[in-house]
């Protein structure tokens, strides 16, 4: 008799059906309430049950015969499988060493969010947690997402980035109905909205899409590629790196013209006057006309004025990527389209005005009401020391160094030991050969993990964890009306416990045990954050189901979504700024920022400017590296997530890298050829695809392949990030700049 079970659950991909039968996954299929479901949820049958899960709590080799001599060996050694006691014994005693010996501000605490939907296991809240327990840890701010735009977005609108794009973005009703003009820097593209934080039931981006054309809005994307936008959009393939230049060159054309809403600019932005004087050369003697930015980011000049023209004579909606942000100087475009938005007066009008990542991820432009979330509380740091989230090589590498963010002189710590729980950093970091490095430095690292990625292969102490579907739990996102019993549909795979088992076991070992647990098991913590969820449902009007209700039911959507809250971004502060001001020190939006100005860093002198990076198409480094590589997120995965599975498809790797034929051709390269991809931080094989769709100059390499460095130093799976520059946007946001990277391309054989 088969013991086989089929139910709906929640991922950060979407909602599905998931079938296990005798203890195993065997296959998955689509939500019926969405009608465009994503296709990752594929790879989860051979991805749970994949050779490469972690299966018994294990320990370096060198680590453990002489803990100080062998941090070269991470990476090379061997592991040592033992029993969960002994393992748990150990990790506790290594954290006890390092808090009596250096303090709690000598520890780390990584972890990126992404290991679960369900809103108890979320890695990222356990890890914090049973830190925050023992005394706390040294935290990052920022993600590596939209690092710089979390910086700088204060400063322009004062509010929280996260908040900004949740609340403030006109909705895709909206947009169909008033938007006329929808000029997109970077395009908004369908495949990145597969995914949300804690999920999103249903893709409706290209839908969306194709129904505002519909209604006759003109799209342009503005981007090096033209499918990052829907077919249909017009296309300017514009120069990576030198947006900020096109909207500077669109503003230009604004003010000479007589083309701006100065009483807009007067009631509701402030320093629009010292902009002004830059704008049109003043203080640095180049006026930003069409042709000077032109020759930078190779779009006509006359294209350039007539697109300015048609945005300050129609309805326009600037949306900007995420992806933008992610250069150097990444914050300086957010900024500037902001301006841009204030100078066409159109920022509080519906379907006008300025939005952030559409198609970043799902549920951005959905009319919905927001309700409180199911959260897992972290309890308080008492450690007050923090690194920006992309500089934790450098804060490994440099103990003690001065750096500089957001107006602050600050320092890093040394960190002795480093403990990662959800995410993969040799998957998101930059410059993977330069972090490997930096992970020789602590003297313990400790990584929950279900597989073993490179993170885990580099760590000390490695302790299998289970994946969502042997775990029971509950599944609410920010940004969808529907609300999930996950079920566990199998038991743990070999020897894998949940985190919080995990961190339970750790904190009974160092007499935390009530704090961490408040004498709670799963079932009942879950129990406790769903009807603290029930009643601030209530309390917001909104009728949900008890915890036991949808057990039973499974699913449910909630009666929170429709056309009835699609409120227009910004109308009351727009109608009046005196009574509903921003949260900025002027109350306006900041075309100028004294706060910015008063940090003194000669490259940010309190406006939006142009500045060149290092590495872009305009530098002398493409004497050597002439190809501006670019590093998407994957459309058949989460970031690095179900990597395993993916790969054990015949031609899935290599990594495919897009490149236009003419660049091809000079290298004598041919579609579906192997080959390598270098600069001189590294190298990785790929297999190319000769496509139009890329501009000239300008290479495509999606990030999620696992780190797999050969002997020849050479990553043979195709992962970008042993490529990319690890450098901050800027002092403002020290974010990525992953999308400032020049290469080139050879054949495989050649070298």
């Given at each position: 008799?088969?013991?086989?079970?089929?139910?709906?659950?929640?991922?950060?991909?979407?909602?599905?059906?998931?079938?296990?039968?005798?203890?195993?996954?065997?296959?998955?299929?689509?939500?019926?309430?969405?009608?465009?479901?994503?296709?990752?949820?594929?790879?989860?049958?051979?991805?749970?049950?994949?050779?490469?899960?972690?299966?018994?709590?294990s320990i370096r080799k060198g680590w453990l015969q002489n803990k100080d001599r062998a941090r070269e060996?991470?990476?090379?050694?061997?592991?040592?499988?033992?029993?969960?006691?002994?393992?748990?014994?150990?990790?506790?005693?290594?954290?006890?060493?390092?808090?009596?010996?250096?303090?709690?501000?000598?520890?780390?605490?990584?972890?990126?969010?992404?290991?679960?939907?369900?809103?108890?296991?979320?890695?990222?809240?356990?890890?914090?947690?049973?830190?925050?327990?023992?005394?706390?840890?040294?935290?990052?701010?920022?993600?590596?997402?939209?690092?710089?735009?979390?910086?700088?977005?204060?400063?322009?609108?004062?509010?929280?980035?996260?908040?900004?794009?949740?609340?403030?973005?006109?909705?895709?009703?909206?947009?169909?109905?008033?938007?006329?003009?929808?000029?997109?820097?970077?395009?908004?593209?369908?495949?990145?909205?597969?995914?949300?934080?804690?999920?999103?039931?249903?893709?409706?981006?290209?839908?969306?899409?194709?129904?505002?054309?519909?209604?006759?809005?003109?799209?342009?994307?503005?981007?090096?590629?033209?499918?990052?936008?829907?077919?249909?959009?017009?296309?300017?393939?514009?120069?990576?790196?030198?947006?900020?230049?096109?909207?500077?060159?669109?503003?230009?054309?604004?003010?000479?013209?007589?083309?701006?809403?100065?009483?807009?600019?007067?009631?509701?932005?402030?320093?629009?006057?010292?902009?002004?004087?830059?704008?049109?050369?003043?203080?640095?003697?180049?006026?930003?006309?069409?042709?000077?930015?032109?020759?930078?980011?190779?779009?006509?000049?006359?294209?350039?004025?007539?697109?300015?023209?048609?945005?300050?004579?129609?309805?326009?909606?600037?949306?900007?990527?995420?992806?933008?942000?992610?250069?150097?100087?990444?914050?300086?475009?957010?900024?500037?389209?902001a301006t841009l938005a204030a100078m066409l007066g159109q920022v509080g009008l519906p379907g006008g005005?300025?939005?952030?990542?559409?198609?970043?991820?799902?549920?951005?432009?959905?009319?919905?009401?927001?309700?409180?979330?199911?959260?897992?509380?972290?309890?308080?740091?008492?450690?007050?020391?923090?690194?920006?989230?992309?500089?934790?090589?450098?804060?490994?590498?440099?103990?003690?160094?001065?750096?500089?963010?957001?107006?602050?002189?600050?320092?890093?710590?040394?960190?002795?030991?480093?403990?990662?729980?959800?995410?993969?950093?040799?998957?998101?970091?930059?410059?993977?050969?330069?972090?490997?490095?930096?992970?020789?430095?602590?003297?313990?690292?400790?990584?929950?993990?279900?597989?073993?990625?490179?993170?885990?292969?580099?760590?000390?102490?490695?302790?299998?964890?289970?994946?969502?579907?042997?775990?029971?739990?509950?599944?609410?996102?920010?940004?969808?009306?529907?609300?999930?019993?996950?079920?566990?549909?199998?038991?743990?795979?070999?020897?894998?416990?949940?985190?919080?088992?995990?961190?339970?076991?750790?904190?009974?070992?160092?007499?935390?045990?009530?704090?961490?647990?408040?004498?709670?098991?799963?079932?009942?913590?879950?129990k406790v954050l769903y009807e603290e969820f029930e009643r601030g449902a209530q309390e917001s009007g909104?009728?949900?189901?008890?915890?036991?209700?949808?057990?039973?039911?499974?699913?449910?959507?909630?009666?929170?979504?429709?056309?009835?809250?699609?409120?227009?971004?910004?109308?009351?502060?727009?109608?009046?700024?005196?009574?509903?001001?921003?949260?900025?020190?002027?109350?306006?939006?900041?075309?100028?920022?004294?706060?910015?100005?008063?940090?003194?860093?000669?490259?940010?002198?309190?406006?939006?400017?142009?500045?060149?990076?290092?590495?872009?198409?305009?530098?002398?480094?493409?004497?050597?590296?002439?190809?501006?590589?670019?590093?998407?997120?994957?459309?058949?995965?989460?970031?690095?997530?179900?990597?395993?599975?993916?790969?054990?498809?015949?031609?899935?790797?290599?990594?495919?890298?897009?490149?236009?034929?003419?660049?091809?051709?000079?290298?004598?390269?041919?579609?579906?050829?192997?080959?390598?991809?270098?600069?001189?931080?590294?190298?990785?094989?790929?297999?190319?695809?000769?496509?139009?769709?890329?501009?000239?100059?300008?290479?495509?390499?999606?990030?999620?392949?696992?780190?797999?460095?050969?002997?020849?130093?050479?990553?043979?799976?195709?992962?970008?990030?042993?490529?990319?520059?690890?450098?901050?946007?800027?002092?403002?946001?020290?974010?990525?700049?992953?999308?400032?990277?020049?290469?080139?391309?050879?054949?495989?054989?050649?070298?």
């Amino acid at each position: 008799m088969t013991d086989e079970q089929t139910k709906v659950t929640s991922s950060h991909w979407g909602a599905f059906r998931i079938t296990a039968s005798d203890g195993q996954i065997v296959s998955t299929a689509p939500f019926e309430q969405d009608l465009t479901p994503s296709e990752i949820s594929r790879a989860i049958p051979s991805a749970v049950h994949h050779r490469s899960r972690v299966a018994k709590p294990s320990i370096r080799k060198g680590w453990l015969q002489n803990k100080d001599r062998a941090r070269e060996q991470r990476g090379s050694d061997e592991f040592i499988e033992l029993s969960w006691d002994e393992a748990l014994d150990i990790a506790a005693g290594e954290l006890k060493h390092v808090r009596e010996k250096f303090g709690n501000g000598a520890i780390f605490g990584g972890s990126y969010g992404w290991a679960s939907a369900g809103r108890f296991h979320h890695a990222q809240g356990q890890v914090h947690r049973f830190l925050n327990t023992i005394g706390g840890y040294v935290s990052s701010y920022g993600s590596y997402s939209v690092a710089a735009a979390q910086a700088i977005i204060p400063h322009v609108f004062g509010t929280n980035f996260v908040k900004f794009f949740w609340e403030y973005q006109n909705s895709w009703s909206l947009i169909a109905e008033h938007t006329q003009s929808l000029v997109m820097f970077g395009g908004i593209n369908p495949k990145n909205s597969q995914v949300s934080m804690g999920g999103v039931t249903r893709h409706e981006t290209a839908t969306r899409f194709d129904a505002i054309k519909r209604c006759g809005v003109r799209c342009i994307n503005i981007s090096p590629q033209r499918d990052d936008a829907p077919a249909g959009a017009e296309w300017l393939p514009i120069i990576p790196g030198t947006d900020t230049a096109m909207m500077l060159a669109l503003a230009w054309v604004l003010e000479t013209e007589s083309l701006l809403d100065r009483d807009f600019l007067n009631r509701c932005s402030t320093g629009y006057e010292r902009f002004r004087g830059y704008l049109l050369g003043e203080t640095d003697g180049q006026p930003k006309t069409p042709a000077w930015a032109s020759a930078l980011c190779e779009i006509d000049s006359k294209v350039i004025e007539e697109l300015a023209r048609h945005m300050a004579a129609h309805r326009t909606l600037i949306t900007v990527a995420w992806s933008l942000q992610r250069a150097e100087n990444g914050e300086q475009p957010y900024w500037m389209a902001a301006t841009l938005a204030a100078m066409l007066g159109q920022v509080g009008l519906p379907g006008g005005g300025i939005g952030y990542g559409y198609g970043a991820i799902g549920g951005i432009g959905v009319s919905i009401k927001q309700l409180g979330g199911i959260t897992f509380p972290q309890g308080k740091n008492p450690v007050r020391d923090f690194i920006p989230v992309a500089r934790i090589a450098d804060m490994l590498l440099n103990p003690g160094a001065a750096y500089d963010f957001n107006g602050e002189r600050r320092h890093y710590p040394d960190i002795k030991l480093v403990y990662w729980c959800g995410g993969n950093p040799f998957h998101h970091h930059q410059d993977l050969n330069r972090l490997q490095e930096a992970f020789q430095q602590p003297d313990t690292i400790i990584v929950n993990e279900p597989w073993w990625t490179a993170t885990a292969q580099r760590a000390d102490i490695v302790f299998p964890a289970t994946t969502s579907y042997e775990r029971e739990d509950i599944g609410r996102a920010q940004g969808d009306a529907y609300l999930f019993h996950m079920p566990q549909m199998i038991s743990p795979v070999h020897e894998s416990r949940n985190d919080y088992e995990i961190f339970s076991g750790l904190a009974e070992r160092l007499d935390v045990s009530e704090t961490f647990s408040e004498g709670r098991n799963s079932e009942q913590w879950q129990k406790v954050l769903y009807e603290e969820f029930e009643r601030g449902a209530q309390e917001s009007g909104v009728d949900v189901p008890s915890l036991e209700e949808l057990k039973q039911s499974n699913w449910v959507e909630l009666p929170i979504s429709g056309p009835e809250y699609s409120d227009t971004p910004f109308a009351d502060f727009r109608r009046d700024p005196q009574r509903f001001p921003l949260g900025t020190p002027s109350g306006k939006i900041e075309i100028y920022s004294y706060t910015i100005a008063g940090f003194n860093y000669p490259e940010d002198p309190g406006y939006p400017v142009w500045r060149s990076p290092v590495e872009w198409l305009g530098s002398e480094r493409t004497g050597q590296f002439p190809l501006h590589l670019i590093s998407p997120q994957p459309g058949d995965k989460l970031h690095s997530q179900l990597e395993c599975a993916i790969a054990d498809l015949p031609g899935q790797r290599p990594t495919p890298l897009s490149i236009n034929p003419l660049d091809a051709n000079r290298r004598q390269i041919e579609s579906n050829m192997v080959v390598r991809v270098f600069n001189d931080r590294g190298a990785c094989l790929a297999r190319a695809v000769l496509t139009e769709s890329v501009r000239e100059g300008v290479v495509a390499l999606p990030t999620g392949a696992w780190f797999s460095p050969g002997d020849d130093d050479i990553d043979s799976q195709g992962n970008p990030n042993v490529l990319t520059r690890d450098r901050g946007t800027s002092r403002i946001g020290q974010g990525s700049s992953a999308h400032s990277t020049l290469v080139d391309v050879a054949t495989a054989q050649q070298g």
